[in-house]
């Protein structure tokens, strides 16, 4: 049973006539709606042995500045819309993107505890010394291209200039190509050598005494992070799509993130309920867009956790 696969078609590759492509809009979970120029296409790739695999080709058209591009989308997935399809490619940089954020604004990588446990003794690791030989086989190669140059350069010199007949003794030959033959034969050897030299080897023999950090306490801060990451990516999605805020499509994340830090009240005094009131925002259209988030979220009916209480959110108007 073949595996659906999704992935980008890179490479040089003819842009489909204007003709193939039509407009084609999507609406996401979250309720948002998207616009492409696409072109759905099939398509046969060579595989390595020689024979062809049929596939799925979906192309976006993207305008750019000074030129439109194509990029070309390969699937097996024949149950998905063209417009699923584009969304679901995209989703992938959005994960990318979700880790880059919280390394910024979440601290993802900080270092959470000093607590150290041994390392695992028999884990493979890269080994440096592949690396170093790696960088002499390159230089060598660039030697070898030299010398080469100087080589043609001389032999040209010693046969050029003269009118009669000319010899050119071996004895004459070698001395011009001998430093190229040497570095030939330094280039194979180096070949030779780097092709024994392991790629990975057990981080004993590297660094045998290596600690890593407690994995328990970075794990539970890593959930406690990303449970954050995602209220504020709720919040932000939730100014884009329920708030009057002009700015939205730039700045939700922003005003996310200025709500969560802000200041208010809270007040538990209505049965039932458990009231949060926040202080007015820096500017009166954030004051309003945050206002409209609160009457969206009021709306939920929330309940607070472990309690019977409804949450209720305000803001104080300036």
């Not at 799509?241 to 809270?266: C, K, S």
Request: glycine letters at 4%.
């Amino acid at each position: 049973m073949t595996r659906p696969s999704l992935t980008w078609r890179k490479g040089p590759i003819p842009d489909l006539p204007e003709d193939a492509f039509t407009p084609v809009t999507y609406t996401d979970e979250h309720g948002r709606e998207h616009a492409w120029e696409l072109a759905d296409t099939a398509v046969e790739i060579s595989l390595s042995d020689g024979t062809m695999f049929a596939m799925r080709q979906v192309t976006r058209k993207e305008a750019r500045k000074h030129h439109v591009r194509q990029l070309h989308i390969l699937t097996t997935r024949r149950d998905l819309s063209a417009g699923e399809v584009v969304y679901r490619m995209g989703s992938r940089w959005r994960q990318e993107n979700q880790f880059r954020y919280a390394r910024i604004h979440l601290d993802l990588d900080s270092h959470d505890s000093y607590a150290t446990t041994p390392d695992d003794p028999t884990r493979k690791v890269p080994n440096p010394v592949k690396k170093t030989s790696r960088d002499q086989v390159q230089a060598l190669y660039q030697r070898v291209e030299r010398e080469k140059a100087r080589a043609d350069a001389a032999l040209l010199a010693a046969t050029s200039g003269t009118t009669g007949e000319l010899l050119l003794t071996n004895e004459a030959y070698n001395a011009l190509t001998n430093p190229l033959h040497t570095a030939q034969d330094d280039l194979g050897a180096a070949r030779d050598k780097h092709a024994t030299i392991p790629a990975r080897v057990p981080l004993k023999d590297l660094a045998p005494d290596q600690q890593v950090l407690d994995t328990e306490v970075k794990l539970l801060h890593h959930a406690i992070r990303m449970a954050a990451y995602t209220t504020l990516t709720a919040l932000a999605r939730d100014i884009r799509t329920t708030t009057t805020y002009a700015r939205a499509t730039d700045e939700a994340h922003t005003l996310a993130r200025l709500v969560l830090n802000h200041p208010g009240d809270i007040d538990p005094r209505r049965p039932g309920e458990l009231t949060v009131t926040l202080d007015p925002m820096p500017t009166r259209r954030q004051t309003r867009a945050v206002g409209e988030l609160c009457e969206h979220l009021t709306a939920t009916k929330t309940l607070y956790p472990g309690t019977d209480r409804v949450l209720r959110y305000t803001i104080k108007q300036p």
